[in-house]
């Protein structure tokens, strides 16, 4: 079974420009979650999808950041403009329905200068 | 905000001890789930331990919860250098239907020498 897959896996941008993640989740699993991880820190759910809809985004910039996952299968998430603070790991994790565990992709690692 | 801490943040040992990692909480969940993560890679799951269960087991992890104290342990036996990682508690609060949420630590980092 493939896992999730995550791209780009590295990212550098200067402050103030955009970027962009894509996430496609293992084949069959509803439920998307994209998560910050800041060096040192855990991961902190910032939106989870349930199919094309979003569940929970209380934790999502939403003035910077937007996620999609229009059809359903893969997601975006975009930050538009980039912070300093934003430099940190983006984990995005699938979950079936029929369990409680999250598979998680390996990340996209960003750094903004 | 973040529902678990772990302790200690970090812990070094040698190769064939046991590492013992504790992880504290502070409101009621569902279950309790334990992440490895290591350098550079995204987290594996290790085991999920339910909040009217007290212990189990998984090949060399053994994890316990005590519901009372809000807390949970996680024990390697005999570690091996591929232990070597970033290791999370994650709580699990069911918001309501299918809708699981997870929240992290902030990870213990554990060194095994070999």
């Known amino acids: 079974e493939a896992g999730v897959a995550q791209s780009p896996r590295y990212k550098i941008i200067e402050k103030r420009q955009s970027v962009a993640f894509w996430c496609n989740p293992i084949s069959g699993h509803a439920t998307l979650y994209w998560y910050q991880q800041i060096l040192g820190q855990g991961p902190k759910l910032l939106i989870q999808?349930?199919?094309?809809?979003?569940?929970?985004d209380s934790q999502l910039p939403k003035d910077r950041f937007s996620a999609e996952r229009l059809k359903g299968v893969d997601s975006t998430l975009k930050i538009q403009p980039a912070k300093l603070e934003d430099s940190a790991v983006y984990l995005c994790?699938?979950?079936?329905?029929?369990?409680?565990?999250?598979?998680f992709g390996p990340g996209t690692r960003l750094l903004v200068l | 905000s973040q529902q678990g801490e772990e302790d200690p943040q970090a812990l070094s040992i040698q190769e064939g001890e046991n590492a013992t990692m504790n992880c504290s909480y502070k409101t009621s969940i569902n279950n309790l789930q334990w992440y490895r993560q290591n350098s550079g890679r995204g987290l594996v799951h290790l085991i999920l331990i339910r909040s009217n269960e007290r212990e189990k087991h998984s090949g060399r992890l053994r994890v316990t919860l005590d519901t009372s104290k809000k807390s949970s342990s996680l024990l390697i036996t005999a570690s091996r250098a591929a232990d070597t990682a970033s290791y999370f508690c994650a709580t699990t609060q069911n918001s309501g239907g299918s809708n699981y949420k997870l929240t992290f630590g902030k990870g213990t980092l554990l060194t095994v020498n070999p």
């Open positions: 999808f349930q199919n094309n809809g979003v569940v929970d």
């Open positions: 994790a699938s979950r079936p329905g029929s369990e409680e565990t999250q598979y």
